[in-house]
């Protein structure tokens, strides 16, 4: 089965930072809007981030001026550089389409602890 696969997290101090990767396939990533979701234990899933075909960016308030999505249409590869982290970032990162999302990968766990 097509999947999207999430890499790239891992226990960090805050203040920290942490880049996540997420591969999918062509008939996935396409020309669509991709986007960064996160769920923290107990919390339903939000977007955090999503980026545009044409390198369109938005971001939750959240995290705004401290994450930045990009993308590699070329290698069909999505990232997440996330800077100045803190105990609330901590959750599992997913990727997927903003419209017409496809099954969830696995995620990545990310922990910003002392």
């Known amino acids: 089965q097509v999947q999207l696969a999430e890499s790239g997290g891992g226990l960090v101090q805050p203040g920290g930072s942490l880049r996540l990767s997420c591969a999918a396939p062509?008939?996935?990533?396409?020309?669509?809007?991709m986007g960064w979701y996160r769920q923290a234990p107990g919390q339903q899933r939000e977007l955090v981030a999503h980026?545009?075909?044409?390198?369109?960016?938005n971001y939750a308030d959240s995290v705004k001026g401290r994450f930045t999505i990009s993308r590699d249409s070329a290698k069909n590869v999505v990232y997440l550089q996330m800077n100045s982290l803190k105990p609330e970032d901590t959750a599992v990162y997913y990727c997927?389409?903003?419209?017409?999302?496809?099954?969830w990968g696995q995620g990545t766990q990310v922990t910003v602890s002392s």
């Open positions: 997927n389409r903003l419209i017409q999302p496809r099954p």
């Open positions: 062509r008939s996935i990533f396409g020309p669509v809007t």
């Open positions: 980026i545009t075909d044409n390198g369109n960016t």
